[in-house]
């Protein structure tokens, strides 16, 4: 485990306490995982403070996904009490996509960091543009998949998910409102694929181990325990503000601004990814 002197410790604490604040009034706010800012968020931080490695984007994503887990179940019950959520999509989806979340730490496990950047990357690219681009009335079809196409893309929600560190939201949402379920349930049921993607995800990256200029202190498996702290305290904190601004502001354009935003994020992951 990689040593870090007091002025250190404060500097990452107070890094990522920024990173938790702005990562929760944005999910508060346009309703995207948090996930999507706190990969790259944390590939930055960490990398300032001197970690860095072929498999830094598994401490990055490993510790994305465990936030996720509380963030996700908060969400999941206040959204249970109001009726929102679609079980029966969670119940026939959750399998398929918890196997993709498997498969998905198996993956991610094995590759190197600029691999998993360029991937980071080139999904973000899809959700950014999904983000700026997309109507709220582009419709596939009116009833969610069933039989084969659910069988291939329940488990893609879930592995995609992994190798970007987010939850259920940015496949999710698109998914189900695509197939014409209202924007609200999707949301709703959107915070049950986060807990079923980052509850066997996290478990499985408990197992992995970083080589050791790679892991801060506190680190277990590939998930770093104060930065997870830190970013669930601030979250629980800032989320609600986020949410107080949506209700008070029209989402359309912020959600818009929040995509070019997000394809700048991309651009410079798979820039990085591949001139270093």
């Known amino acids: 485990m990689a040593t870090m002197d007091l002025g250190a410790v404060l500097w990452m604490m107070a890094l990522v306490a920024v990173i938790g ?17 706190l990969v790259p968020a944390f590939f930055y931080a960490f990398q300032h403070l001197g970690f860095d490695g072929d498999k830094l984007m598994q401490l990055c994503l490993a510790t994305s996904l465990a936030t996720i887990i509380v963030t996700s179940l908060r969400s999941l019950q206040s959204h249970s009490r109001k009726g929102a959520v679609d079980w029966d999509i969670l119940r026939t989806w959750g399998p ?12 991610a496990s094995s590759l190197r960091t600029v691999a998993l950047q360029a991937l980071f990357g080139g999904l973000a690219m899809v959700i950014g543009l999904y983000l700026a681009l997309g109507r709220a009335q582009w419709r596939i079809a009116e009833e969610m998949p069933k039989g084969v196409t659910r069988a291939i893309l329940s488990p893609l929600v879930g592995f995609l998910s992994v190798l970007m560190g987010i939850g259920g939201g940015s496949f999710g949402v698109p998914l189900m409102t695509l197939y014409g379920r209202p924007i609200h349930r999707a949301v709703a049921t959107a915070a049950g694929f986060g807990v079923i993607i980052a509850v066997p995800s996290v ?41 107080r601004l949506a209700h008070a502001t029209d ?26």
Do not use: C, D
């Not at 398929?96 to 993956?107: F, K, R």
């Not at 197992?207 to 669930?232: C, D, M, S």
């Open 21 to 37: 604040a702005f990562g929760g009034i944005l999910a508060g706010l346009l309703g995207v995982g948090g996930g999507i800012v």
């Open 203 to 243: 478990i499985g990256f408990l197992f992995v181990q970083l080589p050791e200029g790679t892991r801060p202190p506190f680190t277990v498996g590939a998930v770093n325990l104060p930065t997870f702290a830190i970013v669930i305290a601030m979250t629980l904190i800032t989320a609600p503000y986020g949410a």
């Open 251 to 276: 989402p359309g354009p912020l959600k818009r601004i929040f995509g070019v935003f997000l394809l700048l994020v991309a651009a410079n992951m798979i820039r990085k990814a591949v001139i270093g």
């Open 96 to 107: 398929g996509i918890a196997i993709g979340a498997v498969i998905g730490v198996l993956a």
